[in-house]
């Protein structure tokens, strides 16, 4: 019975008069978009107003932006020192044109903004009000590496052999952002560290050219967030 499915679980407008799906990837975001908002959001979230979901304005909010924007600097100057160190990259700077810099720059305010009230302001809180905060962290995290893939899945096969160790790093990503919310039950301190996070990355291409060498594991093969080094310096951070 159709009526019974939802509109998020009957996606016609991806679909032709024979059934047959021409953008399976938009298919499966609007199935998941829809389970999660039946299973978990439809009843809450509307009982909870911006400021009960991090997004309070106390006096610590620049305080909490600019130590998180501190973090992601100092985690990124630490991996790319001993990155050229250890020769896993080099200097290669090109300077990017300004409206390719603004462009990274809001690109990353939007992505640390509806990135961090989604899985840290909506999920985070949602999963929190029938598990521990432990579990609710570790879940959150998970979804939010996963998701990730959805796209690459579908437009890019190519990514996924990073799929592993890229998923390990986002997963780990995800633990940092969450205990930072926990630690101020804001999200102006995790919305910090994820925005510069985000430009660094964009930014690593432009700084630095990293060199493919063995164990590629070590600092990763393309991406920042790719080798172990990564991992132990956002878990130390």
């Known amino acids: 019975d159709q009526s019974k499915r939802g509109r998020f679980l009957t996606p016609r407008k991806v679909m032709d008069r024979q059934g047959r799906y021409h953008h399976p990837e938009a298919f499966l975001g609007e199935c998941v978009a829809g389970s999660l908002h039946d299973l978990f959001f439809q009843r809450r979230v509307r009982k909870r107003s911006l400021s009960d979901l991090g997004l309070h304005g106390h006096g610590t909010v620049l ?24 020769e896993f990259s080099q ?54 590496s996963l998701v990730h893939f959805v796209r690459p899945l579908f437009t890019k096969p190519e990514d996924l052999s990073l799929f592993p160790t890229e998923c390990i790093g ?21 919305m910090g560290i994820h925005g510069a996070f985000v430009l660094l990355i964009k930014l690593d291409g432009i700084l630095v ?22 991992w132990i310096a956002l878990l130390l951070v």
């Open 170 to 190: 986002l997963f780990i990503f995800g633990l940092l952002v969450a205990y930072a919310y926990l630690r101020t039950r804001s999200l102006y301190l995790s």
């Open 63 to 86: 305080r909490d932006l600019f130590f998180g924007i501190a973090i992601s600097a100092l985690f990124f100057v630490a991996v790319t020192l001993l990155s050229l160190f250890f």
């Open 209 to 230: 050219h990293r060199l493919i060498r063995e164990p590629a594991w070590l600092f990763g093969e393309e991406r920042l967030v790719g080798g172990i080094t990564t």
């Open 91 to 144: 200097l290669n700077y090109h300077p990017p044109l300004p409206r390719k810099l603004l462009n990274y720059v809001l690109g990353s305010i939007l992505i640390a903004f509806f990135e961090e009230f989604f899985f840290r302001g909506v999920l985070l809180q949602t999963l929190m009000d029938d598990f521990s905060a432990s579990v609710s962290v570790v879940v959150s995290s998970l979804i939010y």
